[in-house]
């Protein structure tokens, strides 16, 4: 168990529709991400909450997509107007710890399959 | 800009014999490296990391990994590989340092780890 949870682990959609998705660790930590991973590829950074504050937008990260991460704790992604090469498994991770002992902690992901 | 190279796709392995999977970065200023795994159906998690110091890394599960500046290579090795050990594995480097932790992650596009009986 890495402490973050997703949902849900898995959403299909029609492609136009919208999408939420939703990060909760285990407990409040200063520092979460989200991150994209396509077939046969690593995982590719999408944006990093430093508490509320949103810091850090990938070019990745069209006007279609939006994050916020409330009260600093849960955080959700939102795809809108889905398109077909959305579909990916996004993956949030927070980090724990600082200098040698810190290392991020990755959930399960949500699956997306557009339509 | 800083990028990962895994050269290989895929690695077939007999049980109990040693492995070594690639990883190649480039970066224009100094680097921290990580080595994750993902197992079926999980998340990612990290095996080891290189930040400073010794060269040779080792991380959880038997595997150790070597930082070698001059080939800009990170090399992840086990010396006897268990059934257990099949799995995506993804190389990582970061050139900053921000808030008391290596961030902005580049990945590569991982390895597949086959381990045959």
């Known amino acids: 168990d890495t402490g973050v949870s997703q949902n849900p682990r898995h959403k299909i959609t029609k492609r136009g529709q919208n999408v939420t998705f939703r990060c909760d660790p285990i407990?409040?930590?200063?520092?979460l991400y989200w991150y994209r991973q396509t077939l046969g590829q690593g995982p590719e950074f999408l944006t990093y909450?430093?508490?509320?504050?949103?810091?850090?937008k990938s070019r990745l990260l069209s006007d279609r997509f939006s994050a916020e991460r409330p009260k600093g704790s849960f955080s959700t992604l939102e795809i809108q107007r889905t398109e077909q090469g959305d579909s990916a498994m996004y993956l949030c991770?927070?980090?724990?710890?600082?200098?040698?002992?810190?290392?991020?902690?990755f959930g399960s992901g949500t699956q997306l399959s557009v339509l | 800009a800083q990028s990962v190279t895994q050269l290989d796709s895929q690695v077939p392995v007999f049980e109990e014999a040693p492995v070594e999977l690639r990883c190649n970065y480039s970066?224009?200023?100094?680097?921290?490296l990580f080595w994750y795994v993902q197992y079926p159906n999980q998340g990612l998690q990290l095996l080891l990391k290189?930040?400073?110091?010794?060269?040779l890394v080792k991380g959880i599960n038997g595997f150790e990994a070597e930082f070698n500046k001059s080939q800009t290579s990170f090399h992840l090795r086990k010396p006897s590989v268990h059934i257990s050990d099949t799995a995506e594995y993804f190389c990582?480097?970061?050139?900053?340092?921000?808030?008391?932790?290596?961030?902005?992650?580049?990945f590569g596009k991982g390895t597949h780890l086959i381990i045959q009986p």
């Open positions: 991770a927070y980090r724990r710890g600082a200098a040698t002992n810190e290392k991020l902690f």
């Open positions: 407990s409040e930590h200063n520092r």
């Open positions: 909450f430093q508490n509320e504050a949103q810091l850090e």
């Open positions: 970066s224009s200023v100094s680097v921290y």
């Open positions: 290189y930040l400073s110091g010794s060269t």
């Open positions: 990582a480097v970061s050139d900053r340092w921000a808030g008391g932790g290596a961030d902005g992650l580049t």
